[in-house]
C-alpha cells in the first residue's frame, strides 16, 4: 500500500514532528490565498462571502479523508462559481432563494457524481476534449470578467448573455464610480506586479489586507465605494437547502454540467500533482466518490459548489506536504477565520474584491492556456464562442458534443501506413516517415493507425485495397492496435481476403493479439495465415519461395 492510500489516522501516527511541521507549512501557504479567493468567489456565485466558509472546512476535510492526492486542495473556484452563480440566477434574482438554489445545486451535482463513480462510468468525463475544456474555461473567464468589470466600475451589468452585459457596462461607463474604479484598478496593478516581480508573496492576501485597512482609514463607504458590509460568523452547521421540488427539476441540467467541470478540473489537477511513482495513479471512481461528497458536504452546510482549486493546490504542493493532514490544518485555519475574524470584511471595498476575481480568472485567457495545433485551437474556439454566445450549459454541451464527434471522427478515419524495416534492425516502419525504410519485393505490410472497429472496418479495408494495387504477392495486415476485434471487422476482411484473392493477392495477419486471435479463430478467416508479429510474416515469406529481394519505398 503507498503513501497516499494509507489512512489519516495511521499516517499521523507514523510520521513525526518534522513532517507535521511541514504539513502545517503548506496549510498556512494554501489559506493564505484560499481564505481571500472564498470571499471573492462568493460573489462570482452570487452569495454572501461567509457562505463560502460554511463549505470549506468540510470540503477539504472530506476530500483528504476520500481522495486520491495529499497535495489537492478543494474548496471554491472560479469556474465552478461562476457556472453556479450564472445557473441559479437564471431562476431567481432574490438574494435569499439564490443561497439555497446554490446550496441545492451542490448537493445535486454530488448525487450525480456519486452515481456516476457507483456505476463505474467515470470514463464519460475522459471524452471531453482538453481543448473543448480550455475554450469552455475561457468562455467562463469572459462571462466573469464582464460582471466582475462591472463591480469594479460601480454599474449595472444587467442580464442576459455577455455580448450584451459587456456593451450595457461600455454604455453606462458615463456614470461609474471614478473612485471605485480606482480603487478597484489599483488593486488589479498590484496583484499583476506583485504576480510578475513577486511570484512568492501571497499578492492576493496582501491586496486583501491593504484594502480593507485603506478602506477602514479612509472610510470608503461614505465616498460611494461599495463594500461587503457585515459578514456574520462563519462555522459550519446542518444547513439543507430549503427549496421545492420543482427547483430541484429546475437545477438538474445544470447540476450534470457542473459534475461535469467539478470532475473535469478535480481529476486533472489530481493526476497533475500526483507525486507517488509507486501508485496506480488517481483513480476515476475514487475521485468521483470524494469530490461527489465533498459537494454534498458542502451544499448541506449551506455552500455552492466546489472542486480542486488548482492555484491553491499548487502554492500548497510547493510548500511539499508530506501527509495526508495538511488539508485538516487547512480546515482548522479556515474554521478559526470564519468564527472569529469575519468582522474584519466588513470593510473590504467590492471593487478589490472584483479585482481579485478578474485577476484569478486571467490565465483562463491567456495565450499560452490554448493550444498551438490549429485544430485544437479551432475546437477551443468553438467552445469558446459557444459559451459567450448561447449561454454556459449550451457551450458545454456544445463542446461535449462536439469532442464526441472529433473522437468518432478520427476513430472512423484510421490511416493505413505501409511499412518497410530500418536497415540493420527488426524494426518496421512507416515507409513515408522514414524513407530509408525497405520494403519487400512482392510483400505489402500494412498497418492501420488504430484499433479495427464496425465503425471504420469498411474505409480502412478501402485503403488496404488501393495500397494493394501494386505488384504485391502477399498483404500482411499488422492487427497490433487490436486487442480484440469484432463480427463486422472479421466479414469486413474475409470480403478483402477475397477481393484481393481474385487478383491473385493472398491475405496474411500479423502481431495478432489472444483476444483477437479467440475472434479469428471462430471467423472464416480461422485458416488466414497469422504471425506472432511482421518479422515472423517477412521470413515466413521468404522462405516461401525465391523472390527478388528488397526495394527503397520509391521503387
Request: glycine fraction near 12%.
Amino acid at each position: 500500500m503507498s503513501a497516499r492510500d494509507r489512512p489519516v489516522r495511521s499516517g499521523a501516527s507514523a510520521h513525526g514532528t518534522g513532517m507535521w511541521r511541514a504539513d502545517v507549512l503548506a496549510a498556512l501557504t494554501a489559506c493564505a490565498i484560499f481564505v481571500p479567493e472564498c470571499v471573492a468567489y462568493a460573489g462570482a456565485a452570487g452569495v454572501p462571502p461567509q457562505h463560502a466558509l460554511y463549505a470549506a472546512p468540510v470540503s477539504l476535510v472530506v476530500y483528504a479523508l476520500l481522495g486520491s492526492s495529499r497535495r489537492v486542495v478543494v474548496g471554491a473556484t472560479a469556474a465552478v462559481a461562476v457556472f453556479s452563480g450564472a445557473t441559479v440566477s437564471a431562476l431567481s434574482s432574490d438574494p435569499a432563494t439564490i443561497v439555497q438554489l446554490s446550496a441545492a445545486l451542490a448537493v445535486l451535482t454530488g448525487m450525480i457524481l456519486l452515481v456516476i463513480g457507483a456505476a463505474g462510468a467515470g470514463f464519460v468525463g475522459d471524452f471531453l476534449e482538453p481543448a473543448a475544456l480550455v475554450g469552455f474555461l475561457a468562455g467562463l473567464a469572459l462571462v466573469v470578467g464582464v460582471g466582475q468589470t462591472a463591480h469594479l466600475l460601480g454599474v449595472d451589468a444587467g442580464g442576459g448573455e455577455p455580448p450584451r452585459r459587456a456593451w450595457r457596462v461600455a454604455a453606462e461607463l458615463p456614470d461609474a464610480s471614478v473612485a471605485g474604479a480606482a480603487v478597484g484598478l489599483t488593486a488589479l496593478a498590484l496583484l499583476i506586479l506583485m504576480d510578475y516581480f513577486l511570484p512568492r508573496v501571497p499578492g492576493v492576501l496582501l491586496v486583501l489586507v491593504l484594502g480593507t485597512a485603506a478602506s477602514s482609514a479612509g472610510h470608503f463607504a461614505r465616498h460611494g465605494i461599495a463594500v461587503v458590509g457585515d459578514v456574520p460568523a462563519a462555522y459550519p452547521a446542518l444547513r439543507p437547502p430549503d427549496v421545492g421540488w420543482d427547483a430541484w427539476v429546475s437545477l438538474g441540467g445544470g447540476a450534470a454540467g457542473m459534475a461535469l467541470i467539478v470532475y473535469a478540473v478535480g481529476f486533472s489537477l489530481a493526476v497533475r500533482l500526483d507525486e507517488d511513482p509507486a501508485s496506480a495513479g488517481p483513480q476515476p471512481g475514487r475521485e468521483m466518490a470524494a469530490l461527489g461528497l465533498a459537494n454534498i458536504g458542502a451544499g448541506l452546510v449551506g455552500g455552492f459548489g466546489v472542486t480542486a482549486n488548482p492555484a491553491v493546490s499548487a502554492a500548497a504542493a510547493k510548500a511539499v506536504p508530506r501527509t495526508r493532514l495538511m488539508p485538516m490544518f487547512a480546515a482548522g485555519i479556515v474554521l478559526v477565520v470564519g468564527a472569529s475574524l469575519t468582522p474584519l470584511l466588513a470593510s473590504l471595498p467590492q471593487p478589490v474584491l472584483a479585482a481579485i476575481v478578474l485577476f484569478a480568472v486571467r490565465g483562463f485567457l491567456a495565450p499560452s492556456a490554448f493550444p498551438r495545433d490549429r485544430r485544437d485551437l479551432a475546437v477551443a474556439a468553438t467552445s469558446l464562442v459557444g459559451v459567450v454566445t448561447i449561454g454556459l450549459l449550451p457551450g458545454l454541451l456544445l463542446s461535449a458534443a462536439l469532442s464526441l464527434l472529433l473522437f468518432l471522427g478520427e476513430a472512423t478515419r484510421l490511416r493505413v501506413a505501409r511499412l518497410g524495416r530500418l536497415p540493420g534492425t527488426h524494426a518496421y516502419v512507416d515507409v513515408v516517415r522514414h524513407p530509408a525504410a525497405e520494403e519487400v519485393a512482392g510483400l505489402l505490410i500494412v498497418r492501420p493507425n488504430g484499433a479495427l472497429f464496425y465503425g471504420n472496418a469498411r474505409h480502412t479495408v478501402a485503403a488496404i485495397k488501393a495500397a494493394a494495387r501494386g505488384p504485391a504477392q502477399v498483404v500482411v495486415l499488422d492487427l497490433g492496435a487490436n486487442f480484440h476485434i469484432d463480427q463486422p471487422s472479421l466479414d469486413a476482411l474475409d470480403r478483402l481476403r477475397t477481393d484481393l484473392g481474385r487478383s491473385g493477392v493472398r491475405l496474411w495477419l500479423a502481431h495478432v493479439h489472444h483476444g483477437t486471435a479467440d475472434a479469428v479463430a471462430r471467423s472464416r478467416l480461422a485458416d488466414a495465415p497469422a504471425w506472432l508479429d511482421v518479422d515472423t510474416a517477412v521470413r515466413a515469406f521468404r522462405a516461401s519461395g525465391p523472390q527478388a529481394g528488397t526495394r527503397r519505398p520509391d521503387g
